[in-house]
């Protein structure tokens, strides 16, 4: 380990001192200390680490030939061992119309490959067709995981020791621009292939198939049928899932080397950001003072409000960075919300330049303080002149995270002192206090709502819904967790007539998120659920394929409720009453999932 910790902090001097036109000819570190044997922050081409786990050839002995095989969206494949849950040629997945849905195959057997390739042909139905356009086809590649806390009630905690972990490789990238990959013998590599119906499509059968080769050598061919029902998911934009992901674009300006919001900077966040979009994310997260969340992520947030104490006492703010960011975000399609944080940074630490000295000067205050009270207030005034001028105000919350009730109260007073009419969220416990306060309020899994606060908060128009972190076990999204238990997330929201789901961090990435996704703070994929160049990856896109049913279920919902269909609303409230969080431990997510699924399909 002592190695490897040198070897880590010479990595970390590099990434702080080393001008950005050196960094390709320097191998990348990860956080747990493993060379990468490649140059730093890779981008559309890389190698994965290798394997910790042997291979046994025992394992292997009754693989005869090449195996090209559909297997299951429920299976993260492991490299080195033989796939167990597999399905035949033909696959036929159905869909409504405006739906994405997914499959992946594998392939595996005891001969090195050279160069594998796959392609999917169009998809048809008679005369009508889904075309190349609405496919995404990709490899799964592996990146190195580690698991949860010993005692396996959660994943909190400083992570210093990666050999107090069992590190593994996991699949979970979904690399679309590798369009060839060498496969050693004994090794399984998964592909995956996600069909975006088109809105305008007939319902019918669509039928395609999927040719794998070994260069020109074919090594098998599979069947795709989507049976694309005569009903329609809303667009997108329409969706009324509220979706929050904590964004970081200081992440993005580190490992693509580009000055923080120059043009290179929005270029390269784009494609990033537009998956985002195309989850049904409603929210901005913006930073409006220096380090809200002090150190947690690898890169900090820096503030996008510029605070100036002048030469006379006064306080000046300057918003352009705030503006850039928001502008960006709205130009992509994020219209719904702005977050603000923090009033309440985990530090009670303020930075701001110091006319008087020319320097950067912090002050440690808190709620309830009249210097607090004084800086706060002049900065909301001006900040609510200022989102009045850009249209943005009604849209616009301060936020807060994981505050106690004594400090939120004192918060609100000088929020509402400043802007009567400045609206407010927050993520964190569940007090009686705040029900009627906040405009968007986010509880942790473990905590309930009663039905009643719930319909009384949707009435006002109040945001109601939860979130997951690194307290809970199950259902989680780190990289090591079950695919579904990201998609049962948005299931369980529709079961607890919920509007939607929060979670910490979309891209807050480590230093080799494609090849190392641990952490020195939290468990392995934790900080982030998207890749560099705009990469997705199965977690994710089964947190959308959730986010999909619950608009489903709020359609199929709302029309068994006009047409009387008692029997229909019967059967699928109770496929979701089965949902509880305790159980998953013992009862795969995969079955809650798959259960309701069946039962929002047949119609």
């Given amino acids: 380990m002592k190695n490897k910790s040198v070897l880590l902090k010479l990595a970390l001097a590099m990434v702080c001192c080393v001008p950005f036109t050196f960094y390709a000819q320097i191998n990348g570190v ?3 200390g493993r060379n990468t044997g490649q140059p730093m922050f890779p981008k559309k081409e890389y190698k994965e680490l290798s394997n910790p786990v042997a291979v046994n050839p025992a394992n292997w002995s009754k693989v005869n030939g090449i195996n090209v095989k559909w297997g299951t969206v429920d299976e993260r494949y492991a490299k080195e061992v033989p796939p167990t849950v597999l399905g035949s040629n033909t696959i036929e997945l159905t869909a409504w119309k405006g739906e994405r849905v997914a499959a992946q195959f594998v392939v595996f057997g005891k001969e090195d490959l050279a160069n594998v390739s796959f392609d999917v042909s169009d998809l048809s139905c008679g005369k009508e067709k889904i075309g190349q356009s609405s496919l995404l086809k990709g490899f799964v590649r592996y990146v190195m995981t580690d698991e949860l806390n010993k005692n396996k009630k959660g994943a909190c905690g400083h992570r210093p020791d990666a050999s107090l972990w069992d590190s593994t490789l996991v699949a979970d990238p979904i690399d679309h621009f590798a369009k060839e990959l060498a496969i050693p013998a004994m090794n399984t590599q998964p592909a995956w292939i996600r069909v975006w119906v088109p809105q305008d499509v007939k319902a019918g059968v669509y039928s395609g198939v999927v040719t794998v080769k070994n260069g020109e050598r074919l090594l098998g061919k599979l069947n795709l049928k989507v049976n694309v029902k005569n009903r329609t998911l809303p667009k997108v934009d329409d969706w009324a899932f509220h979706l929050d992901l904590w964004q970081n674009p200081y992440a993005v300006a580190r490992y693509y080397q580009v000055e923080p919001w120059s043009k290179e900077h929005f270029d390269v966040m784009r494609p990033i950001m537009e998956l985002y979009h195309q989850a049904g994310g409603k929210v901005i997260t913006t930073s409006i003072m220096h380090k809200p969340w002090n150190g947690q992520t690898y890169d900090y947030f820096e503030s996008m409000v510029t605070w100036m104490k002048k030469l006379d006492g006064t306080w000046s703010f300057d918003f352009s960075v705030f ?20 009033m309440v940074p985990w530090a009670l630490s303020f930075q701001y330049f110091d006319q008087a000295s020319n320097t950067l000067k912090f002050m440690k205050t808190q709620p309830g303080e009249e210097a607090y009270d004084e800086m ?3 900065m909301l005034t001006a900040f609510a002149k200022h989102l009045k001028e850009k249209g943005w105000f009604d849209i616009t919350h301060i936020s ?3 505050r106690s009730i004594d400090v939120m109260l004192k918060t609100l007073k000088v929020i509402r002192k400043a802007d009567p009419k400045f609206k407010i969220s927050m993520a964190g416990n569940l007090y009686q206090e705040l029900l009627s306060e906040l405009d968007d309020y986010c509880i942790p899994l473990r905590l309930k709502y009663s039905k009643q606060d719930i319909e009384k908060r949707r009435a006002e128009g109040k945001v109601t819904t939860f979130y997951t972190c690194c307290a809970e076990p199950y259902p989680n999204t780190f990289t090591f967790s079950a695919p579904a238990e990201a998609e049962w997330l948005g299931l369980y929201a529709a079961m607890a007539n919920l509007d939607g789901y929060l979670r910490w961090a979309f891209n807050s990435w480590v230093l080799e998120p494609l090849l190392d996704s641990r952490f020195i703070s939290w468990a392995a994929g934790d900080t982030y659920m998207v890749y560099p160049e705009g ?5 994710f896109e089964r947190l959308v394929a959730g986010i999909q049913d619950y608009e489903k279920i709020r359609i199929l919902r709302n029309e068994y409720k006009q047409k009387g269909n008692t029997s229909a609303l019967r059967n699928l409230e109770k496929a979701l009453s089965t949902f509880d969080e305790l159980k998953l431990n013992e009862i795969p997510a995969s079955l809650y999932v798959n259960r309701v699924k069946a039962e929002i399909n047949k119609f």
């Fill in 400 to 402: 807060m995270d994981e």
């Fill in 323 to 342: 503006d850039k960011w928001v502008e960006f975000m709205m130009g992509i399609g994020i219209k719904k919300e702005i977050g603000c944080y923090s």
């Fill in 30 to 32: 990860t956080h747990a």
């Fill in 535 to 539: 990469r997705t990856c199965i977690r």
């Fill in 376 to 378: 706060w207030t002049a």
